[in-house]
Protein backbone atom coordinates (compact mmCIF):
# COMPACT_ATOMS: atom_id res chain seq x y z
CA UNK A 1 0.00 0.00 0.00
CA UNK A 2 1.24 3.58 0.00
CA UNK A 3 1.36 3.99 3.83
CA UNK A 4 1.90 1.98 6.85
CA UNK A 5 -1.79 1.08 8.02
CA UNK A 6 -2.87 0.42 11.47
CA UNK A 7 -5.60 -1.02 12.79
CA UNK A 8 -8.00 -0.81 14.94
CA UNK A 9 -7.44 3.04 14.66
CA UNK A 10 -8.83 3.16 18.57
CA UNK A 11 -10.04 0.14 21.04
CA UNK A 12 -11.64 0.42 24.07
CA UNK A 13 -11.29 -2.35 26.37
CA UNK A 14 -11.76 -3.72 29.73
CA UNK A 15 -8.76 -4.53 32.16
CA UNK A 16 -7.78 -8.24 31.91
CA UNK A 17 -9.09 -8.67 28.46
CA UNK A 18 -6.40 -9.58 25.62
CA UNK A 19 -6.12 -7.19 23.01
CA UNK A 20 -4.88 -7.22 19.26
CA UNK A 21 -3.08 -4.47 16.99
CA UNK A 22 -2.63 -4.93 13.62
CA UNK A 23 0.34 -2.99 11.65
CA UNK A 24 0.34 -3.47 7.53
CA UNK A 25 3.95 -1.95 6.65
CA UNK A 26 4.93 -0.85 3.37
CA UNK A 27 4.89 -3.03 0.36
CA UNK A 28 8.97 -3.90 0.23
CA UNK A 29 9.93 -2.60 3.70
CA UNK A 30 11.95 -5.20 5.01
CA UNK A 31 12.00 -3.57 8.75
CA UNK A 32 8.87 -3.06 10.80
CA UNK A 33 9.02 -1.50 14.10
CA UNK A 34 6.30 -1.05 17.16
CA UNK A 35 6.71 1.83 19.68
CA UNK A 36 4.45 3.17 22.68
CA UNK A 37 3.65 6.52 22.98
CA UNK A 38 2.02 7.44 26.14
CA UNK A 39 0.09 10.57 27.05
CA UNK A 40 2.69 13.22 27.29
CA UNK A 41 5.49 11.14 27.13
CA UNK A 42 8.07 10.38 23.87
CA UNK A 43 8.20 7.07 22.10
CA UNK A 44 9.07 4.01 23.93
CA UNK A 45 10.63 1.30 21.32
CA UNK A 46 8.79 -2.14 22.05
CA UNK A 47 10.27 -4.28 19.52
CA UNK A 48 12.05 -4.90 15.57
CA UNK A 49 11.39 -6.84 12.53
CA UNK A 50 14.10 -7.19 10.17
CA UNK A 51 13.25 -9.71 7.85
CA UNK A 52 14.03 -13.29 8.48
CA UNK A 53 16.58 -12.67 11.66
CA UNK A 54 15.18 -13.09 15.06
CA UNK A 55 13.35 -10.25 16.22
CA UNK A 56 14.48 -7.53 18.65
CA UNK A 57 12.50 -8.07 21.90
CA UNK A 58 14.21 -5.86 24.19
CA UNK A 59 11.54 -3.00 24.38
CA UNK A 60 9.06 -5.07 25.28
CA UNK A 61 7.98 -4.19 29.19
CA UNK A 62 6.55 -7.83 30.24
CA UNK A 63 5.51 -10.81 29.31
CA UNK A 64 2.23 -10.01 28.57
CA UNK A 65 3.50 -8.54 25.88
CA UNK A 66 4.24 -10.26 22.41
CA UNK A 67 4.27 -9.91 18.69
CA UNK A 68 4.87 -11.79 15.25
CA UNK A 69 5.76 -10.66 11.69
CA UNK A 70 4.36 -13.52 8.85
CA UNK A 71 7.64 -13.05 6.50
CA UNK A 72 8.11 -9.06 5.48
CA UNK A 73 4.63 -8.07 5.78
CA UNK A 74 1.53 -8.24 8.42
CA UNK A 75 2.42 -7.82 12.15
CA UNK A 76 0.15 -8.16 15.18
CA UNK A 77 1.39 -6.72 18.71
CA UNK A 78 -0.97 -8.53 21.34
CA UNK A 79 -1.28 -7.06 24.79
CA UNK A 80 -2.90 -10.08 27.18
CA UNK A 81 -4.49 -9.20 30.86
CA UNK A 82 -4.43 -5.64 29.83
CA UNK A 83 -3.87 -3.16 32.44
CA UNK A 84 -4.63 0.64 32.94
CA UNK A 85 -1.15 1.59 32.32
CA UNK A 86 -0.95 -0.29 28.83
CA UNK A 87 -3.39 3.00 28.18
CA UNK A 88 -1.26 4.41 24.98
CA UNK A 89 -0.99 5.01 21.47
CA UNK A 90 0.78 2.07 19.95
CA UNK A 91 2.43 3.64 16.67
CA UNK A 92 3.89 0.83 14.04
CA UNK A 93 6.96 2.33 11.80
CA UNK A 94 8.62 0.45 8.54
CA UNK A 95 11.74 1.07 6.58
CA UNK A 96 13.55 0.35 3.54
CA UNK A 97 16.82 -1.21 3.37
CA UNK A 98 19.90 0.70 3.55
CA UNK A 99 21.66 1.70 1.00
CA UNK A 100 25.28 3.16 0.57
CA UNK A 101 24.99 6.82 1.61
CA UNK A 102 21.53 6.99 2.72
CA UNK A 103 18.87 5.88 5.41
CA UNK A 104 15.01 6.94 4.73
CA UNK A 105 14.32 7.27 8.18
CA UNK A 106 10.56 5.40 9.14
CA UNK A 107 7.25 5.60 7.83
CA UNK A 108 4.70 5.66 10.75
CA UNK A 109 1.22 4.69 10.48
CA UNK A 110 -1.32 6.30 12.32
CA UNK A 111 -1.22 4.68 15.40
CA UNK A 112 -3.85 2.87 17.64
CA UNK A 113 -5.36 4.58 20.33
CA UNK A 114 -5.54 1.82 23.29
CA UNK A 115 -7.98 3.08 26.02
CA UNK A 116 -8.28 0.29 29.40
CA UNK A 117 -10.87 0.87 31.42
CA UNK B 1 24.13 1.87 22.51
CA UNK B 2 22.51 5.52 22.03
CA UNK B 3 20.69 7.93 23.53
CA UNK B 4 19.11 11.50 22.89
CA UNK B 5 18.65 14.23 24.69
CA UNK B 6 16.01 16.80 24.04
CA UNK B 7 16.10 20.38 25.87
CA UNK B 8 13.02 21.86 26.96
CA UNK B 9 9.39 19.91 26.76
CA UNK B 10 8.14 23.25 25.64
CA UNK B 11 9.35 26.17 23.64
CA UNK B 12 7.14 28.94 22.69
CA UNK B 13 8.09 31.46 19.96
CA UNK B 14 6.39 34.42 18.54
CA UNK B 15 5.40 34.07 15.03
CA UNK B 16 8.12 35.46 12.34
CA UNK B 17 10.71 34.83 15.16
CA UNK B 18 13.46 32.05 15.10
CA UNK B 19 12.67 28.52 15.94
CA UNK B 20 15.32 26.81 17.82
CA UNK B 21 14.90 23.03 18.93
CA UNK B 22 17.46 21.56 20.89
CA UNK B 23 18.88 17.90 20.55
CA UNK B 24 22.11 16.43 21.99
CA UNK B 25 23.33 12.50 21.16
CA UNK B 26 24.94 10.29 22.74
CA UNK B 27 26.25 7.04 19.94
CA UNK B 28 29.20 4.83 20.14
CA UNK B 29 29.81 4.52 16.74
CA UNK B 30 29.08 7.48 13.94
CA UNK B 31 25.33 8.51 14.31
CA UNK B 32 22.07 8.59 12.02
CA UNK B 33 19.88 11.60 12.82
CA UNK B 34 16.70 12.60 12.37
CA UNK B 35 14.00 14.96 13.38
CA UNK B 36 10.50 14.25 13.51
CA UNK B 37 7.37 16.19 13.45
CA UNK B 38 4.44 15.07 15.09
CA UNK B 39 1.16 17.79 14.15
CA UNK B 40 -2.19 17.57 16.79
CA UNK B 41 -3.91 14.57 16.44
CA UNK B 42 -1.86 13.47 13.14
CA UNK B 43 0.75 10.68 12.93
CA UNK B 44 4.77 10.92 13.34
CA UNK B 45 6.70 12.49 9.95
CA UNK B 46 10.02 12.95 9.26
CA UNK B 47 11.05 16.13 8.74
CA UNK B 48 15.12 15.83 7.73
CA UNK B 49 17.89 13.66 8.33
CA UNK B 50 21.46 13.09 8.87
CA UNK B 51 23.44 10.61 7.75
CA UNK B 52 26.30 11.16 6.00
CA UNK B 53 28.04 14.10 4.06
CA UNK B 54 27.31 17.66 4.12
CA UNK B 55 26.38 18.24 8.23
CA UNK B 56 23.88 21.19 7.61
CA UNK B 57 20.84 19.49 6.16
CA UNK B 58 17.43 20.79 4.93
CA UNK B 59 14.04 19.39 5.87
CA UNK B 60 10.64 20.37 4.50
CA UNK B 61 8.55 23.98 5.43
CA UNK B 62 11.75 25.59 5.61
CA UNK B 63 13.20 23.53 8.69
CA UNK B 64 17.32 22.77 8.54
CA UNK B 65 19.51 20.80 11.27
CA UNK B 66 23.47 20.85 11.97
CA UNK B 67 25.19 18.08 12.46
CA UNK B 68 27.87 18.69 14.64
CA UNK B 69 30.10 16.24 15.83
CA UNK B 70 32.30 17.86 18.31
CA UNK B 71 29.01 19.17 20.57
CA UNK B 72 27.05 15.82 19.91
CA UNK B 73 24.15 18.12 18.73
CA UNK B 74 21.60 18.31 15.71
CA UNK B 75 19.83 21.06 16.61
CA UNK B 76 17.10 21.67 14.66
CA UNK B 77 16.17 25.48 13.47
CA UNK B 78 13.95 27.69 10.99
CA UNK B 79 14.53 31.44 10.17
CA UNK B 80 10.66 32.47 10.90
CA UNK B 81 8.33 30.55 12.66
CA UNK B 82 4.67 30.31 10.90
CA UNK B 83 1.52 29.92 13.14
CA UNK B 84 1.37 26.08 11.32
CA UNK B 85 4.81 25.03 12.91
CA UNK B 86 2.82 23.99 15.97
CA UNK B 87 3.50 20.64 16.41
CA UNK B 88 5.39 18.27 18.94
CA UNK B 89 9.10 17.44 17.32
CA UNK B 90 11.25 14.23 17.80
CA UNK B 91 15.12 14.47 17.69
CA UNK B 92 15.94 10.73 16.99
CA UNK B 93 19.50 8.56 16.60
CA UNK B 94 20.83 5.42 15.50
CA UNK B 95 23.76 3.78 14.80
CA UNK B 96 25.04 3.77 11.16
CA UNK B 97 25.50 0.19 9.61
CA UNK B 98 22.97 -2.55 9.03
CA UNK B 99 19.86 -2.50 10.30
CA UNK B 100 19.63 -0.64 14.07
CA UNK B 101 16.65 0.81 15.87
CA UNK B 102 16.00 4.25 16.64
CA UNK B 103 15.72 5.83 19.82
CA UNK B 104 13.77 8.81 20.05
CA UNK B 105 13.78 11.75 22.27
CA UNK B 106 10.98 12.99 24.61
CA UNK B 107 9.77 15.33 22.15
CA UNK B 108 9.45 19.30 22.27
CA UNK B 109 6.06 20.71 21.69
CA UNK B 110 6.25 24.05 19.76
CA UNK B 111 4.14 26.83 20.70
CA UNK B 112 3.73 29.82 18.05
CA UNK B 113 2.42 32.96 19.65
CA UNK B 114 0.82 35.41 17.35
Known amino acids: GAGVSQSPSNKVTEKGKDVELRCDPI?????LYWYRQRLGQGLEFLIY????????KSGLPSDRFSAERTGESVSTLTIQRTQQEDSAVYLC???????????????FGSGTRLTVV | AQSVTQLGSHVSVSEGALVLLRCNYS??????LFWYVQYPNQGLQLLLK??????LVKGINGFEAEFKKSETSFHLTKPSAHMSDAAEYFC????????????FGTGTKLQVIP
Open chain 1, 93 to 107: ASSTRERAGGDYGYT
Open chain 2, 50 to 55: YTTGAT
Open chain 1, 27 to 31: SGHTA
Open chain 2, 27 to 32: SSVPPY
Open chain 1, 49 to 56: FQGNSAPD
Open chain 2, 92 to 103: AVRASGGYQKVT
